[in-house]
């Protein structure tokens, strides 16, 4: 049992304000507040830097716990532990007893404990009739019952923190690739621009970089990126749209669109066999029949993840698609050829389909590069592609036993199974 009283430090030790605020914050507990010893350590240790206890401290505190009788800290089983400074060390594997004295006078000072000297200064339990603690002088472990909201508070907000600093290092680390390996595009395809300036500022950002960068530090250091990033894509931009004036919206060829963003393309086999008899397939140099862009996002839902302001036009997808290729490892030259042979909107499509289904291409560079020589000889069509994705068609057949890849190389050419020809 505790007394209501603040009790003093033995020896030399001082008493303080501080510590008379604990005593009494301590003797406030709820009736019937339980709460399990561990469960309370555990969050110490996440929201450690919040509380301000050091990892040694928190090694003492292990131990004292493991004096404590019962799992569940509660008034009903008691507060107290009295263990001497030789058994405590040995619990703290062997903690030099200096070293023992400084964290335990830290876990005080920090709150997470108060001391309750005897007279001598020495630990112990008197104890009544039928073995009854009557009177303990030790350490009580109250605090960590009046506080327990506290420390839950404190291991969330660290949580909180440490998953938006490891968030922000990525998106550091996802602008430095893309600057980076788009200048170096930039360089190699001889593109006009100042490129040498624009690449000492991206090394004087990264340079400057903290080892141990903080949250508001990185805050910061994307926003500069964020900035540069978006100079190299308008400048690469407009190259693009100089070299190759038929993929600009802005010219005279006009776009065929569908205004039933919910509609889908159903391919008879029966259908497009006779045609196949009566029609000449197109030549390489018409453009692709561009799609509603309602349908598109209903297929491939995922490219919206990337766009920084949503996709509500043509336009962003077309930046967002250009923006994407760099995540999924196709090259500039691939992705320029593709746009020249499509059209620049049915490329940002097909790259929208591919990354709709990433995890099952091993080269996704490679598998635009195909399909680009497919529109280019007039055996492609992405109607299909999209028909296929929207109703689900585009899963392995186990009866089949076609693949997926399998299965989307003949959705891309016009037909659902190999048997169709």
């Given at each position: 049992?505790?007394?209501?009283?603040?009790?003093?430090?033995f020896?030399?030790?001082?008493?303080?304000?501080?510590?008379?605020?604990?005593?009494?914050?301590s003797?406030?507990?709820?009736?019937?507040?339980?709460?399990?010893?561990?469960q309370?350590?555990r969050w110490?240790?996440?929201?450690?830097?919040?509380?301000?206890?050091?990892?040694?401290?928190?090694?003492?505190l292990?131990?004292?716990?493991?004096?404590?009788p019962?799992?569940?800290i509660?008034e009903?089983?008691?507060?107290?532990v009295?263990?001497?400074?030789a058994?405590?060390s040995?619990?703290?594997h062997?903690m030099?007893?200096?070293?023992?004295r400084?964290?335990?006078?830290?876990?005080v000072?920090?709150?997470?404990?108060?001391?309750?000297?005897?007279?001598n200064?020495?630990r112990?339990?008197r104890?009544?009739q039928?073995?009854?603690?009557?009177e303990?002088?030790?350490?009580?472990?109250?605090?960590?019952?009046?506080?327990v909201?506290e420390?839950?508070q404190?291991?969330?907000?660290?949580?909180a923190?440490?998953?938006a600093?490891?968030l922000?290092r990525?998106?550091?680390?996802?602008?430095?690739r893309?600057?980076?390996?788009l200048?170096e595009a930039?360089v190699?395809g001889?593109v006009?621009?100042?490129w040498?300036?624009?690449?000492n500022?991206f090394?004087a950002i990264?340079d400057?970089i903290?080892?141990?960068?903080?949250?508001?530090?990185?805050?910061a250091?994307?926003?500069?990126?964020t900035?540069l990033h978006?100079?190299?894509?308008?400048?690469?931009?407009s190259?693009?749209?100089?070299t190759n004036?038929?993929?600009n919206?802005?010219?005279n060829?006009r776009?065929q669109?569908?205004?039933?963003t919910?509609?889908?393309?159903v391919f008879?086999p029966?259908?497009?066999?006779?045609?196949?008899?009566v029609?000449?397939?197109p030549?390489?140099?018409?453009?692709?029949?561009s799609y509603?862009?309602?349908l598109?996002?209903?297929a491939?839902?995922?490219?919206a993840?990337?766009?920084?302001?949503?996709i509500?036009?043509?336009?962003?997808l077309?930046?967002?698609?250009a923006?994407?290729?760099?995540?999924?490892?196709?090259s500039?030259?691939?992705?320029?050829?593709?746009?020249h042979?499509?059209g620049?909107e049915?490329a940002?499509?097909?790259?929208?389909?591919?990354?709709?289904?990433?995890q099952?291409?091993n080269?996704a560079?490679?598998?635009?590069r195909?399909?680009?020589?497919?529109a280019?000889?007039g055996?492609?069509?992405v109607?299909?592609?999209?028909d296929g994705?929207?109703?689900g068609?585009?899963?392995?057949?186990?009866?089949d036993?076609m693949s997926?890849?399998?299965?989307?190389?003949?959705l891309?050419?016009g037909r659902?199974y190999?048997?169709?020809?």
């Amino acid at each position: 049992m505790e007394s209501g009283f603040a009790t003093t430090p033995f020896g030399r030790r001082p008493m303080t304000l501080a510590l008379v605020k604990a005593n009494a914050a301590s003797r406030q507990i709820p009736q019937g507040a339980v709460v399990e010893k561990w469960q309370v350590y555990r969050w110490l240790c996440e929201g450690k830097s919040i509380v301000g206890v050091g990892d040694r401290a928190l090694a003492v505190l292990s131990a004292l716990l493991t004096f404590y009788p019962d799992d569940q800290i509660s008034e009903e089983n008691g507060l107290m532990v009295f263990p001497s400074n030789a058994q405590l060390s040995l619990r703290a594997h062997g903690m030099a007893d200096s070293t023992l004295r400084r964290n335990l006078a830290e876990l005080v000072s920090c709150g997470l404990i108060i001391r309750r000297d005897s007279a001598n200064g020495k630990r112990f339990a008197r104890k009544g009739q039928g073995g009854v603690v009557v009177e303990a002088f030790g350490f009580s472990l109250a605090p960590l019952l009046t506080r327990v909201a506290e420390f839950q508070q404190a291991a969330d907000q660290a949580r909180a923190d440490s998953r938006a600093l490891r968030l922000m290092r990525e998106r550091v680390t996802l602008h430095r690739r893309d600057i980076h390996k788009l200048v170096e595009a930039a360089v190699e395809g001889d593109v006009p621009g100042d490129w040498g300036p624009l690449f000492n500022r991206f090394r004087a950002i990264v340079d400057a970089i903290p080892r141990r960068a903080t949250l508001p530090e990185l805050e910061a250091i994307v926003a500069k990126l964020t900035v540069l990033h978006d100079e190299v894509d308008r400048m690469l931009e407009s190259f693009t749209n100089s070299t190759n004036p038929s993929c600009n919206e802005s010219q005279n060829e006009r776009q065929q669109s569908d205004s039933n963003t919910e509609s889908f393309f159903v391919f008879e086999p029966a259908l497009e066999k006779s045609r196949a008899a009566v029609e000449p397939r197109p030549g390489p140099d018409e453009r692709l029949k561009s799609y509603p862009i309602g349908l598109v996002l209903k297929a491939c839902p995922e490219i919206a993840d990337y766009a920084v302001n949503g996709i509500t036009s043509r336009r962003d997808l077309m930046l967002t698609a250009a923006q994407v290729r760099g995540y999924l490892g196709v090259s500039p030259s691939a992705y320029e050829e593709a746009c020249h042979v499509m059209g620049q909107e049915v490329a940002a499509i097909v790259i929208a389909c591919i990354l709709q289904r990433a995890q099952h291409i091993n080269s996704a560079g490679g598998y635009l590069r195909v399909l680009t020589e497919k529109a280019r000889e007039g055996q492609f069509s992405v109607g299909p592609m999209l028909d296929g994705r929207a109703q689900g068609q585009w899963r392995c057949n186990e009866d089949d036993g076609m693949s997926w890849i399998q299965r989307f190389a003949w959705l891309s050419i016009g037909r659902r199974y190999p048997w169709e020809l």
